[in-house]
């Protein structure tokens, strides 16, 4: 059975905007809709300097703007609606939105990391994967 709701999680990572190219695919021959979504961390390191500058563009805003270009560039001919979440921990997030707004398919970019690199940071895919409620697509580097 295909999907008719796909929600495409997106860092900016070259890894994920590489997967839109398969998510527009499928979106199309599926006749699905898509829901790009951004996971911010509102916890996030904020540099020293920043307390002393002023504050510019909300980080929300700009985020959905890039998601907004990312969505002209790579999936114009599909309808896409687009989403920034604020939470810290990202595979939660995206498993909740999946769950709560009808997700049939989550699909997301392997950034490819391995052994170390992969047990100290971990891996947010490797999570949605073991936690989420509908399948999940990975498309790798």
């Not at 907004?68 to 989403?83: F, I, W």
């Amino acid at each position: 059975m295909a999907a008719k709701h796909i929600l495409a999680c997106i860092d900016f990572s070259e890894h994920s905007t590489r997967a839109l190219d398969e998510v527009g695919e499928y979106a199309r021959a599926n006749g699905s809709k898509v829901t790009l979504v951004y996971i911010s961390d509102p916890q996030g390191f904020i540099p020293p300097q920043a307390v002393l500058e002023p504050a510019s563009e909300t980080d929300d805003a700009a985020h959905e703007a890039a998601l907004g270009k990312l969505r002209d560039r790579h999936l114009s001919d599909v309808p896409v609606e687009l989403a920034v979440i604020a939470d810290h921990a990202p595979a939660r997030a995206i498993c909740d939105y999946a769950e709560n707004h009808g997700v049939d398919l989550i699909i997301l970019g392997s950034h490819g990391r391995g052994g170390m690199e992969r047990w100290l940071i971990g891996s947010v895919a490797e999570r949605v994967v073991r936690h989420a409620s509908c399948n999940v697509y990975i498309v790798r580097r």
